[in-house]
Structures are given as structure tokens and as C-alpha cells.
């Protein structure tokens, strides 16, 4: 209800957001959803959107606290809070969330940039964060998604949000875990999600 709620609340502002989906996403078993990352606003919407599938996200511990709604979410949630400066901590922690993943069939969430997007430009991908998820959850399908112009909601700072925008979250072909080596995941899950960027100059 939470994450409905916000997007609720992107409505008001005269936010229009739309699912682009004309594809069929494996169902009853566990997904990767990987997708570019453009601003805080990115959580909820596909919290929302994919409510069916359980998603938990990968995300920085600094995100656990200072943002209503979404620290609380991110914390109580059945999200993964990593320390990036302690890989130690981060590879355990995706370990045992993943493997929490797998045994419930939920999905987990990953944005492979690291870091926000503050103009839509899309950054170079790591491939550590989803190498572990892919290794611990075999039964799996990654999902790409490609989302558009969310980074325009804090083009002004975090407040006002920018209004009248129209986001888009793009969904892509589920690519089988098992059938692929990794690399050839990786190279397939990064090519969709940038070829449907849309770049502004």
C-alpha cells in the first residue's frame, strides 16, 4: 500500500507513468528485475507495477534511512541493505537474500549502475551485484526494464518535483538464468536496457 500510495501521489503532481509490457512474464518462479536508475522515484512505481511478483530491492544502506516511506519500505520490506565501501558485508548479504528469494519465488530488484542517473544518461554497468544474485537463484529469469525520464522529477533539487512529466518503465524480453552462461546474460540484460534509452541533449 505504500508504494501505491506514492504513485499516487507522482498522480496529483500531473505525473503520468506508463507500463510498456508486451511481453510474458514467467510466473510462480523467482525473477531478477534489472533495470537502469534515474531517481528515488523508481522504487515505488515498480513496487507497484510488479506487485505479483514479490519485489525486494538491492539497495545502499544510506537509502535505509531519511526518506519516508521509502527508508521504512527498504527496511521492513524484505529488501537488502548493502555497505558498497564493505564487500565482504554486500557479497553475504546478497547471498542469503537471494537464497531467501529463490526458496519464495519472489524477485529481486537490481539497478546495475550503482548510483542515480541525474540526466538520464545511462552509466557503465557492474556486473558483482548480479553475478551473485544469478549464481544463488538458478531457477530464475532476469527481467530488463528500461525507465525514461524520472530523472526530470528532481531536475530542480528534491523539492518542488518537477510536474506534468511523463515516465515510462519499459519491459523486455525475461532471459532464462540456466540457458546462458553469465557473460552472455550480462551483455543481453545491458544492450536492452540501453538500446531503449531515450538520450536528451
Known sequence: ?????????????????????????????????????????????????FRKHHPKFVSKKELGKGLPSISYNLRHGGSVLIDRKNPKQAINALINFG???ENNKYSAVIFPEGTRSRSGSIKNFSASGLKTLVKV????????ITINNSWKLLEKGSFPLSIGLHLTFEVHKSIEVKSNSFENLFDKTEQAIKNAVILHT
Open 99 to 101: 537464497k531467501t528469494l
Open 137 to 144: 537463484m538458478p531457477s530464475s529469469y532476469i527481467v530488463p
Open 1 to 49: 500500500m505504500f508504494n501505491g500510495c506514492l504513485v499516487c501521489c507522482l498522480y496529483i503532481l500531473g505525473t503520468r507513468i506508463t507500463l510498456i509490457n508486451n511481453q510474458n512474464i514467467p510466473k510462480g518462479i523467482p525473477l531478477i528485475i534489472v533495470s537502469n536508475h534515474q531517481s528515488l522515484y523508481d522504487i515505488s512505481p515498480i513496487s507497484w507495477f
